[in-house]
């Protein structure tokens, strides 16, 4: 078997083939016979100056016509319509007017037979009307260039820090605040405590201060005495104590004998009362002691600055010569 038989295809198909041929050519023609033929339609008629018309006949259109108009149609259909855009064309200059010619009357011929479809129809066309553009021409529509793409991970990602780092300022920033008004608020605690404070303090003083001052003036007025030691007097003329002679024939060489006076005090210093605590067992020493004690003088005793009448208690000791 050769190479030309092994290319060559089965009977089978080229029958099949044949018989679709034929079927698409006889739909062809039962769809030109079935179109019928559009009617032209007289356009309305313009009021404008006369101008030169021309009747011009069209054309009987054929078959190959429309099946042309029908190829474009369904072309146009598939691919997108591109509007191309006509060449300015130079206006035309107005002529000169002239006389409408009217048409002259043909004589209707007897016995004619009349063809229905296919006279043409006469229209009118004015010459100076501008010709329409030819769309039926075929242009490739243009294809969209592709567009650059554009990495934006690196602006996304510097917003995102930016965003973050104004985030982390914010927070900053009211953290600042914050720690500010705490700070202020712990100060004017502290300020309105040592206020309160310093004010107590001084209402303190004052009031201590009043009462000292009460207590002076009461002191002051009253004559109630007070009690104090020996050691917190101070004499401003101290008396002379001296063993008296009389007592030492009942008394024993060397022996010590010892009194405890207690004696009132006015504001002044002066000794106004002298009583017996503790006699000494000898009435000669008690009395003389009594005696000798009223020729000395104290120094006011004060209480709170203020002189005040004062019992002091007073040992005496006298040694038997």
Not at 31 to 40: D, G, H, M, S
Not at 164 to 191: H, L, M
Request: aromatic content about 2%; charged content about 25%; glycine content about 2%.
């Amino acid at each position: 078997m050769s190479s030309t038989d092994l290319d060559a295809p089965p009977l089978k198909s080229l029958l099949l083939a044949i018989v679709a041929v034929l079927g698409l050519h006889v739909l062809a023609a039962i769809a030109l016979v079935a179109i019928k033929t559009p009617e032209l339609k007289p356009e309305p008629k313009k009021e404008m100056s006369p101008l030169e018309i021309k009747f011009v006949s069209l054309p009987a259109k054929t078959v190959s016509t429309e099946v042309e108009k029908q190829t474009v149609t369904a072309k146009k259909e598939v691919q997108p319509e591109v509007q191309v855009q006509p060449a300015p064309q130079p206006e035309p200059k107005p002529k000169p007017k002239e006389p409408v010619k009217q048409p002259t009357e043909t004589p209707v011929k007897p016995k004619e037979p009349v063809v229905k479809n296919v006279e043409p129809k006469v229209t009118p066309v004015i010459a100076s009307e501008k010709p329409r553009p030819d769309t039926s021409q075929k242009v490739a529509p243009k294809e969209p260039l592709p567009k650059p793409k554009v990495d934006n991970s690196a602006a996304e990602a510097q917003r995102q820090a930016a965003a973050q780092a104004e985030s982390e300022r914010q927070a900053r920033k009211a953290e600042q605040e914050a720690q500010a008004r705490a700070e202020q608020e712990a100060k004017r605690v502290a300020d309105a405590k040592a206020a309160a404070q310093a004010k107590a303090a001084a209402e303190a003083a004052a009031a201590q201060a009043r009462a000292e001052a009460e207590a002076a003036a009461a002191l002051a007025q009253s004559n109630e005495p007070v009690s104090f030691t020996a050691s917190s007097a101070n004499w401003a003329s101290a008396p002379n104590f001296s063993f008296p002679e009389r007592a030492a024939r009942r008394a024993r060489s060397g022996d010590t004998l010892n009194v405890v006076l207690v004696l009132r005090v006015n504001k002044q210093g002066g000794i106004d009362n002298v009583r017996v605590a503790q006699s000494s067992g000898n009435p000669l020493v008690d009395k003389e002691a009594r005696r000798q004690v009223r020729s000395g003088k104290f120094k006011p005793f004060t209480k709170n600055g203020v002189p005040v009448v004062g019992d002091v208690t007073l040992p005496i000791s006298y040694a038997v010569p």
